[in-house]
């Protein structure tokens, strides 16, 4: 169950750390007043939850309590949601990987589980979903972006499905990783909801993929990583930004090397993440800086802190 508003009136007032973390971003996102608040100039800053909390088994079940009171407690006002915590606050059952050396009995397992789990999702009720997202608002956090998993593989009715649900929760976009054969289908369903799709790409991706599928649908959009585009491409993801900043959705924004890969704290590499969020705050683009927090944590420190060590890092970059 999600919180009260009660609870979250506790939890906006004295739970984690930020103010001793960085007493300034406390100071910043007005942490005593009760809300988070980590719009900064005009350029609002989110956090992919739960992903960028770490441990990726332990962040498939992570709860939307947990994601909730790690955003408040770091003064994050935006996310981007996976849609695993939610589907799990809507008791919905989580389908059994049945993998290339499955057995007969596993493979008819994971299917009658994958067909209970449609069954659920083109019947499941909206008022549930307007009850996890109203807990979230209370709280002053914004769920902006619904990022799903396996997408291009959702017969029809759940597509729809998937769209309904993220506007129900109040997103203004939809994310999935990027595969170009299929954003002509997926597009359709983008227009058909009016609802945009950033596809988020790799290393491996060229502004020339994000322009075919733009080509196939209004509503067919961008999430553009700062940090594999710099290393991929081999050049600054500035000009991409300044002509397609339109069907751009939101960032994830990291700091690589762009000689080796290499992951770091903001500001210990080369990715161009400065010039990045001033561009989008001297433009007043609409453009979510998410934060996609994936290098090691550092001996000594924990991942919350890192997280609010990129927060601060955002907060000083945008307020001078």
């Known amino acids: 169950m999600l919180y009260s508003r009660r609870d979250v009136g506790k939890l906006a007032l004295g739970a984690l750390p930020v103010a001793r973390l960085w007493p300034d971003t406390a100071e910043a996102v007005g942490f005593q007043a009760g809300k988070p608040n980590s719009n900064f100039a005009g350029v609002q800053v989110g956090l992919n939850v739960p992903y960028s909390f770490g441990n990726e088994n332990k962040q498939a079940s992570m709860s939307g309590d947990d994601i909730l009171k790690h955003c408040v407690a770091l ?4 996310v981007e949601l996976r849609s695993q915590p939610v589907e799990a606050f809507l008791g919905f059952p989580s389908v059994p990987n049945a993998g290339r050396n499955a057995t007969p009995e596993q493979l008819a397992a994971a299917k009658a589980a994958g067909e209970d789990l449609r069954k659920r999702r083109v019947s499941a009720s909206m008022d549930q979903v307007r009850a996890f997202r109203r807990t979230f608002e209370n709280a002053g956090v914004k769920i902006e972006i619904v990022k799903y998993d396996g997408i291009f593989n959702f ?4 597509t729809d499905y ?5 506007k129900t929760l109040g997103a203004r976009a939809i994310s999935c990783e990027i595969n170009v054969d299929n954003t002509k289908r997926l597009g359709q369903f983008a227009d058909k909801h009016q609802l945009m799709v950033g596809y988020h790409g790799h290393a491996s991706t060229t502004p020339a993929h994000w322009e075919q599928a733009f080509s ?3 509503f067919n959009g961008c999430n553009l990583d700062i940090g594999h585009f710099w290393v991929g491409n081999k050049t600054s993801p500035v000009p991409f930004l300044e002509k397609h900043h339109a069907r751009i959705t939101h960032l994830h924004v990291k700091d690589r090397k762009q000689s080796d890969g290499t992951d ?5 590499a080369d990715t161009p993440v400065v010039e990045v969020l001033r561009l989008i705050r001297d433009r007043k683009w609409p453009i979510q800086a998410t934060l996609e927090i994936e290098y090691a944590t550092p001996q000594g420190s924990t991942r919350l802190a890192e997280i609010g060590r990129a927060v601060e890092f955002c907060r000083k970059t945008l307020l001078s």
């Open 75 to 78: 003064g994050l006002s935006a």
């Open 155 to 158: 017969a029809d009715d759940v």
């Open 162 to 166: 998937a769209f309904t649900l993220a």
């Open 216 to 218: 196939y649908a209004k």
């Open 264 to 268: 770091t704290r903001l500001g210990e």
